[in-house]
């Protein structure tokens, strides 16, 4: 089993950046995709970015395409979202996932292994 730690939020002004970090235990990460989700008080969670699991592939929500950056280090167990002109609309708790497999999936359904997030807050 794994256990994953989210660090890195806070409070942040618009156009500012933040990088978070994902760090496992248990046991490697390196045979599963992982992702990035985020929930906003009174809406759903959303899948926010997810890479392969030689993180040769990746991919992102249209709504933090070209602002955000999802990448990870195998031989560190971690994963990173890098974010980079935040908007306010991006305030949420973000949570890393691990995947049931190595390919990139974007529906929380089909993560089984998630952190207990962090928040994020972006004021204008």
């Known amino acids: 089993q794994v256990q994953l730690v989210e660090s890195g939020g806070g409070l942040v002004q618009a156009g500012g950046s933040l990088r978070l970090s994902c760090a496992a235990s248990g046991r490697t990460l390196s045979s599963y995709a992982m992702g990035w989700f985020r929930q906003a008080p009174g809406r759903e969670r959303e899948f926010v970015a997810a890479?392969?699991?030689?993180?040769?592939?990746?991919y992102y929500a249209d709504s933090v395409k070209g602002r955000f950056t999802i990448s990870r280090d195998n031989a560190k167990n971690t994963v990173y979202l890098q974010m980079n002109s935040l908007k306010p609309e991006d305030t949420a708790v973000y949570y890393c996932?691990?995947?049931?497999?190595?390919?990139?999936?974007?529906?929380?359904?089909?993560?089984?292994?998630w952190g207990q997030g962090t928040q994020v807050t972006v004021s204008s």
């Open positions: 890479i392969t699991w030689s993180g040769s592939n990746t």
């Open positions: 996932a691990e995947a049931f497999a190595g390919v990139v999936v974007t529906s929380w359904h089909e993560y089984d292994y």
